[in-house]
């Protein structure tokens, strides 16, 4: 089973290619699992676990480690060999290390970790944007035989296939904790005058955190994951994070 939380479609897109070629069923976690995952009970008879999320700062997002510290498991997902599979746009510093400590705090096999790089989607600080489309592409194409040789590790036990980067210490330890403490609240969001209150931001958030205001105008709630789905997905690129947004692109793998 992959079990996957994804923002913007990267994750959705790498844990299909993977379901395909391995065939194990694919579980996309939405506003039921991720607002209440201890009245979750997730179990599978396909002998593993392959948990799917993309990095946030360099780390687990927090949706992700609430959701796989708290979600009821089953005997045979208890029994299970568990795997990581993450998304980043460059790198993913020690997501893993955070991620086996998630596992083995529920007493969990930790059979593997693996990483993509895919197009970025952070654009909430100075210097950070969506890649240029040609790059963005060359990063999915290249995906396709990441993913090949991702399975081909799975069945034959081979090991992890990350991306560390450099600096992951200082990226992981250092920067990720002060991210989740000072830069992920979703008071900053608003939308321009060009958003229509079309209302789609409120029905794709992952969280079920955007509803409409007296204008029908959306309003966020605290129960944000940051994944920028609503700012990524507005057709009118009407939604901001304060001016940080400013000039920034968008994207959205709609694979
Ligand atoms: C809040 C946030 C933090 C991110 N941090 C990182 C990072 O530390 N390293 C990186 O390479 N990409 C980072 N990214 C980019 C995403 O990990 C990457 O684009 C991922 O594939 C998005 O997956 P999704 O479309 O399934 O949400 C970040 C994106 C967001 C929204």
Avoid at 174 to 203: D, N, Q, V, W
Wanted: some cysteine; proline content about 6%; glycine content about 10%.
């Amino acid at each position: 089973m992959i079990v996957y939380f994804s923002g913007t479609g990267n994750t959705r897109h790498c844990a299909a290619q993977l379901s395909r070629l391995t065939g194990d069923e694919l579980f996309e976690l939405g506003p039921d699992e991720l607002s209440r995952p201890g009245g979750i009970l997730l179990d599978t008879s396909d002998g593993r676990i392959v948990w799917a999320f993309p990095t946030y700062a360099w780390g687990v997002p927090p949706v992700m480690e609430r959701f796989m510290s708290e979600v009821a498991l089953g005997e045979k997902a208890m029994s299970a060999r568990h795997y990581m599979l993450t998304t980043c746009g460059d790198d993913m510093g020690y997501t893993d290390l955070q991620w086996r400590k998630i596992m083995l705090a529920r007493g969990l096999d930790v059979a593997g970790a693996y990483a993509v790089v895919m197009p970025n989607t952070y654009t909430l600080m100075p210097g950070f944007d969506v890649d240029s489309r040609e790059l963005a592409l060359k990063k999915m194409e290249k995906s396709r035989s990441r993913i090949a040789l991702i399975a081909k590790a799975m069945e034959e036990g081979s090991g992890d296939l990350l991306v560390r980067g450099s600096f992951p210490w200082i990226k992981s330890k250092i920067y990720y904790p002060l991210f989740k403490r000072f830069c992920m609240s979703p008071e900053p969001f608003h939308t321009t005058e060009a958003c229509t209150a079309c209302g789609l931001c409120s029905r794709i958030c992952p969280l079920g955190n955007i509803s409409p205001g007296k204008d029908k105008t959306p309003v966020w709630g605290r129960d944000c994951a940051l994944c920028l789905r609503c700012y990524h997905s507005c057709p009118r690129h009407a939604i901001a994070y304060g001016s940080r947004t400013s000039g920034k692109g968008q994207w959205l793998c709609r694979k």
